[in-house]
């Protein structure tokens, strides 16, 4: 592998000259979503994010594409346009109300929020770092060319000979080029390039994360949206249910005690609606505290069925290759592996070019102008340094063991918690039927009891309960609702696969920002 990727190297350098230097400093693409067949995304299983990377091995990937789940713009197109749908996110001050009937876009949310968190910017600081870091590694197969030029006075005093005092002049050009390291700049690009996508998925997962507890706080506003409006509905009932009371107490069929009743059945609901209405608005600042501004109108999310695997098993299989935890142990164990590769190259001596050219001036005395140059092929090898290569290498070993211990124990948590979350799926789904049942039963029997109400074959103590459990199984559906998805949003969020769905497909605009205070 050392052989074939530094003959490479130097056919490149030979065959292309300038361009290689060019390959090396040019930055690499930018990451987008695609479908793999070309088509619109209809579900995150049918779509990847492929990076396209250019120092990756063919033999290891498929026509040199790194599969990964990442979409992170690059720095130098920070203040580009945004993209993608984001601009629909109106500007509103975080103490004023969104202008009415404007509906809140959860895609923009998570984007703004996104440019405006610290920790999403530190880690796109950090992939940065990274991906340069694969740039640095990569100039080990590149020429190195140094010059130097020197001038001043010189005083020569030998031991034959008259002492002279002559202005010297002197001037040096060295070109060195790596031939044979035994695998150690190979290694090196490995490494880098480990890191920088241990770097990218450490990144994606900060977003999936963000993207989750947002899309938590609009599910919760959403929810006691709709709570709201089946209180608003249940005031309506009551107050149908007070005026037939009212309507048969002045037919001498009740009693003004049953009027009283159904009075304050009413008042009770009243006041559930205000309970709702608080905890609609804490809802909204929950919101506003991660997106730092009100939330507008909320709507329905696009169901997550489609995307989800189809048992925890399947989601299990899944996680080596999508869970961004996982897949950052993975690179980052694979950054050691190729950092002790590195290591043992030291052990071998090295190959090199070294062509020099020297011109001098009066140099030791009036000698006149001299010309010369060489190349010349250059062995070095390190015999002894007091043991410090082995001991760097047991050291990696050493963290090479942590690092499959540190892999075991991350699979083991993420297998749990997809594990849980599916459990907590499969209960919400389960209950869905059960409540379905509960409020057609419901409702059949509020209807039969408010004709037996008529026909005086019922109390107000039964009408008024029934109508109660109907609503009160009504706000049960909201909130299994509510848990059902939120269970899929945190099995999509394991798979890296979340903001993908929330966002419909499209690709993660520009978020790098300028640090504060640069210009």
């Known amino acids: 592998?050392?052989?074939?990727?530094?003959?490479?190297?130097?056919?490149?350098?030979?065959?292309?000259?300038?361009?290689?230097?060019?390959?090396a400093l040019t930055a690499l693409p930018a990451i987008s979503v695609h479908a793999e067949d070309g088509s619109a995304p209809g579900g995150w299983g049918a779509y990847s994010?492929?990076?396209?990377?250019?120092?990756?091995?063919?033999?290891s990937t498929k026509e040199g594409a790194v599969m990964i789940a990442a979409v992170i713009a690059q720095p130098d197109q920070a203040r580009s346009s945004e993209q993608g749908g984001s601009a629909q996110l109106q500007e509103t001050p975080?103490?004023?109300e969104p202008?009415?009937?404007?509906?809140?876009?959860?895609?923009?949310?998570?984007?703004?929020?996104?440019?405006?968190?610290?920790?999403?910017?530190?880690?796109?600081a950090r992939q940065d770092d990274a991906r340069y870091g694969v740039h640095e590694a990569w100039s080990g197969y590149l020429p190195h060319v140094d010059m130097t030029v020197a001038i001043g006075k010189e005083y020569n005093q030998p031991d034959f000979g008259r002492t002279t005092t002559l202005r010297r002049t002197e001037g040096v050009v060295t070109v060195n080029q790596n031939i044979w390291d035994f695998g150690t700049t190979a290694n090196d690009i490995a490494r880098?390039?480990?890191?920088?996508?241990?770097?990218?998925?450490?990144?994606?997962?900060?977003?999936?994360?963000?993207?989750?507890?947002?899309?938590?706080?609009?599910?919760?506003?959403?929810?006691?949206?709709?709570?709201?409006?089946l209180s608003d509905q249940e005031i309506a009932a009551t107050e149908k249910i007070l005026s037939m009371v009212s309507i048969q107490s002045d037919l001498g069929?009740?009693?003004?005690?049953?009027?009283?009743?159904?009075?304050?059945?009413?008042?009770?609901?009243?006041?559930?609606?205000?309970?709702?209405?608080?905890?609609l608005q804490q809802a909204r600042e929950a919101y506003r505290r991660l997106t730092r501004r009100l939330p507008g109108m909320t709507v329905d999310l696009p169901p997550a069925d489609k995307a989800l695997p189809a048992s925890a098993p399947a989601a299990v299989a899944m996680i080596d290759d999508h869970n961004p935890r996982m897949a950052q142990a993975v690179?980052?164990?694979?950054?050691?592996?190729?950092?002790?590769?590195?290591?043992?190259?030291?052990?071998?001596?090295?190959?090199?070019?070294?062509?020099?050219?020297?011109?001098?001036?009066?140099?030791?005395?009036?000698?006149?102008?001299?010309?010369?140059?060489?190349?010349?092929?250059?062995?070095?090898?390190?015999?002894?340094?007091?043991?410090?290569?082995?001991?760097?290498?047991?050291?990696?070993?050493?963290?090479?063991?942590?690092?499959?211990?540190?892999?075991?124990?991350?699979?083991?948590?993420?297998?749990?918690?997809?594990r849980i979350d599916f459990n907590a799926l499969e209960a919400a789904r389960q209950k869905i039927s059960t409540i379905e049942n509960e409020i057609t039963a419901t409702e059949k029997v509020a209807d039969l009891y408010k004709q037996q109400f008529r026909e005086g074959r019922r109390s107000v103590f039964d009408?008024?309960?029934?109508?109660?459990?109907?609503?009160?199984?009504?706000?049960?559906?909201?909130?299994?609702?509510?848990?059902?998805?939120?269970?899929?949003?945190?099995?999509?969020?394991?798979?890296?696969?979340?903001?993908?769905?929330?966002?419909?497909?499209?690709?993660?605009?520009?978020?790098?920002?300028?640090?504060?205070g640069s210009k």
């Open 1 to 23: 592998m050392a052989k074939q990727s530094i003959t490479r190297a130097m056919a490149g350098g030979l065959r292309y000259g300038a361009s290689a230097m060019t390959i």
């Open 49 to 59: 994010a492929r990076l396209h990377d250019p120092y990756a091995d063919p033999q």
């Open 94 to 96: 975080a103490n004023e």
């Open 99 to 124: 202008p009415a009937g404007t509906v809140e876009s959860l895609r923009a949310s998570i984007v703004q929020a996104l440019r405006e968190n610290p920790e999403i910017q530190i880690a796109l």
């Open 192 to 229: 880098a390039r480990a890191s920088y996508r241990s770097a990218q998925w450490s990144t994606r997962e900060r977003i999936e994360a963000i993207a989750y507890d947002i899309s938590q706080a609009y599910l919760n506003v959403l929810e006691r949206q709709k709570l709201v409006d």
């Open 253 to 279: 069929l009740t009693t003004p005690a049953d009027v009283s009743r159904a009075k304050a059945r009413l008042d009770n609901v009243k006041a559930k609606l205000l309970d709702r209405k608080s905890a």
């Open 331 to 418: 690179q980052d164990r694979r950054s050691l592996e190729k950092q002790r590769a590195s290591q043992t190259g030291t052990f071998f001596p090295r190959v090199g070019l070294v062509a020099q050219g020297n011109w001098k001036d009066d140099v030791q005395g009036p000698t006149g102008t001299n010309r010369d140059a060489r190349a010349m092929v250059t062995v070095s090898y390190s015999f002894f340094n007091g043991g410090r290569d082995i001991a760097t290498r047991n050291r990696l070993s050493a963290r090479l063991r942590e690092a499959d211990y540190e892999l075991d124990r991350r699979r083991r948590e993420v297998e749990q918690d997809i």
């Open 463 to 516: 009408l008024l309960d029934s109508q109660q459990i109907l609503f009160d199984a009504k706000a049960r559906r909201l909130t299994n609702n509510t848990d059902k998805m939120l269970a899929e949003f945190r099995v999509l969020q394991q798979l890296g696969g979340l903001f993908d769905l929330v966002s419909d497909g499209q690709p993660l605009p520009k978020i790098v920002m300028p640090a504060p």
